[in-house]
């Protein structure tokens, strides 16, 4: 595509700027650590409010924002329950609320008696729907409309990529809740907010990490080519010293069975390439978490909700560096959305200086 050479070009400083790996991985966790303003004024707010809605992009720290909330809800005496459908998430809460008398809740086993004096609820939009809106509402006293309540999620591309959102469920949430916004994106490196933002047309907050060593969008037709592009991005990470335990390659197929690197139907849990295996993981399985250095595949289907949501999940994965390997067609997409961005951009230059 003629157009994504010149978007590649107009972008070259944001997306391609390169250091070495190590340094470049210290920075950004010195600007993780100190950027939580944010996160401390939304504390503030679960404080003085009993039910609060919080909204943010990935990258925007719901996550451990919501996790720091249920440890404190806990202060007083009450009962906490801190809910998710991921698997990932939960695991992750357990190491960080080992010492709380916090409850980590599967959604398939929300009580079905009001046992909670708090619920907090993480990657809500996967249970914003009748059904299990109904069950949390039973699981704590007072019910969601004169309970205690903190509910976090990503209402604008996350959804439709596991469980089933509700968009009339959403509202009337909303209308019983104070919202909080996150704007500020605290995960990703500055050149992953502006690839995912421009490529995808997806806001992640904005950007308050370091450059980092760089975000690539490249294609491939078929098997073979998918994977000489993958191991020699592989060959790169270990010639810059990155640690394989860095290193995840995440599938955005919505469907894990078809992804490229799946055997007889199965997705591997590692990749090997010259006695070097690394992680792969499917988007569904890593959101709400994070990563340091990502391979993206199967980027082939950005035409239905499922398949945006699962490219944006895995894309928005990284702190440091991203790598996608994209079908011709989702190229072509990505392409025509960058160019937008950039007349966006300019226009907004343009503005700025008239």
Not at 247 to 267: H, N, R, V
Request: net charge negative.
């Amino acid at each position: 595509m003629a157009d994504l050479s010149i978007v590649v070009t107009y972008l070259r400083r944001e997306v391609d700027a390169m250091r070495t790996v190590p340094d470049t991985e210290m920075l950004i966790e010195r600007d993780i650590l100190t950027m939580t303003d944010e996160q401390v004024d939304a504390m503030q707010a679960f404080e003085r409010n009993s039910r609060v809605l919080v909204l943010g992009g990935a990258g925007t720290g719901k996550t451990v924002l919501a996790i720091e909330a249920a440890r404190r809800a806990t202060a007083d005496g009450s009962s906490v329950a801190f809910v998710c459908g991921s698997p990932g998430v939960l695991d992750f809460a357990s190491k960080l609320l080992s010492e709380s008398t916090v409850q980590l809740v599967p959604v398939n086993s929300i009580p079905e008696e009001p046992v909670f004096d708090v619920v907090v609820v993480d990657e809500a939009q996967d249970l914003l729907n009748v059904e299990d809106m109904s069950r949390l509402s039973d699981s704590v006293r007072g019910g969601l409309h004169g309970g205690r309540w903190w509910i976090f999620l990503d209402p604008n591309n996350q959804t439709h990529l596991v469980g089933v959102f509700d968009d009339a469920v959403y509202q009337e949430i909303q209308a019983g809740a104070t919202i909080v916004d996150l704007t500020k994106n605290v995960r990703n490196a500055r050149t992953v907010v502006t690839t995912v933002q421009s490529h995808l047309g997806a806001d992640l907050g904005s950007p308050r990490i370091g450059e980092g060593p760089g975000a690539s969008i490249v294609q491939a037709q078929g098997s073979e080519a998918v994977r000489r592009l993958l191991d020699n991005r592989l060959d790169a990470l270990r010639g810059q010293g990155v640690s394989r335990k860095k290193i995840t390659i995440i599938s955005a197929a919505a469907d894990a069975s078809l992804s490229i690197l799946a055997d007889e139907g199965l997705q591997p849990s590692t990749y090997t390439v010259n006695d070097w295996s690394v992680e792969v993981a499917a988007a569904a399985n890593v959101k709400g978490l994070e990563r340091e250095h990502v391979i993206v595949v199967d980027v082939t289907d950005l035409d239905t909700p499922r398949g945006r949501a699962a490219s944006y999940v895995a894309m928005t994965r990284p702190r440091y560096s991203l790598y996608v390997i994209s079908s011709p067609s989702a190229y072509q997409v990505m392409g025509r959305n960058a160019l937008q961005y950039i007349q966006q951009e300019a226009k907004k230059d343009n503005a700025r200086h008239e």
